[in-house]
């Protein structure tokens, strides 16, 4: 970790001499991109360990394929020094350099901000993104060096040959897919929802209307809540859960969240709590957890 920190130091030196400079792919590669490879344990001088200007199937090719076991891992396309990575165009050939190639990951950078896509993710290529992270200090600012060099160590050799992508891909893509179905299950609740619901509550006289209404109002309400940026940041568990407008680093446990709360909020929660343990135990209720009572801060 202390030379992808001295690495990040040395680099932030250069994009001030450099930001109103007009760099153009190769020097942005060559003063930025190389230097930070190596510091991630990659060799860009070995063509086993990297290949430069690795062909794709339509017979162009892609800036950086680092290789593990002499097979690519990785596809990485530099841009500009101040591209703003934002052309859809340009995401859409690197993840399909990838997805052509077999290839789970990829990244599209200026020098400065990498943006990492999954390319077998079925989304439209924009929205393959998993996280981004810039060397930039404007664009970090609440992070230390240190978590900046974490964000950047997964996609270092070491972190690529233990698989620790391919893990954190799986949480954050699984999340947001049952953010989705939540969205629908709330907003739109199915019959069963509802039957549950009520029969928890053991109230006749809250009618299914009732209860479709206060699903939505109590869904509407908490997705509200900042969700977590793009900056490669995950929720931690519940059991560590800390609470809005506190001090970070003081914890709460789910029933310090259900206190004082009205019985309704709570029979209700612990409904939506059991339904979902059944989709799955870990991942939907620490996701609901957050979303319902406010537990679970976005750790950095």
Known sequence: MDAIIKCIED??????????????????????????????GWDVRDPDEVELEYPTIDGKSVDYAPKINRKPVLFIEAKPLNDPLT??????????????????????????????????????????????????PRETEGMTIQQVAEQFARFSRDAMAKGLLDEIGEQIFTTGKIRKALDKLFMDPP?????????????DTIKPVQVKKALKRLWAQ?????????????????????????????????????????????????????FCRELDPT??????MFQILGIGEWAM
């Open 222 to 274: 908490t997705s509200e809540i900042e969700v977590p940026s793009t900056f490669g940041v995950e929720p931690v568990p519940p059991e560590r859960a800390i609470k809005r407008g506190k001090k970070r680093g003081e914890e709460y446990s789910e029933e310090h969240h259900l206190k004082g709360k009205p019985q309704e909020v709570i029979e209700l929660f612990r409904t939506i709590d059991k």
């Open 11 to 40: 680099l932030r030196m250069k994009l001030e001499k450099h930001r109103k400079d007009d760099l153009k792919e190769y020097p942005t590669r060559t003063i930025f991109v190389d230097p930070l490879l190596q510091a991630l």
């Open 87 to 136: 052309d859809v165009k340009s995401i859409t050939q690197v993840v399909g350099y990838a997805a052509n190639a077999g290839i789970e990951w990829c990244i599209l950078t200026n020098g400065v901000t990498y943006k990492v896509y999954r390319s077998t993710e079925k989304a439209e290529a924009p929205d393959k993104l998993l996280f981004e992270i810039s060397l930039d």
């Open 191 to 203: 019959n069963t929802l509802i039957k549950l619901i009520r029969s928890v509550i053991g109230d």
């Open 283 to 288: 991942a939907v209720r620490r996701f609901v």
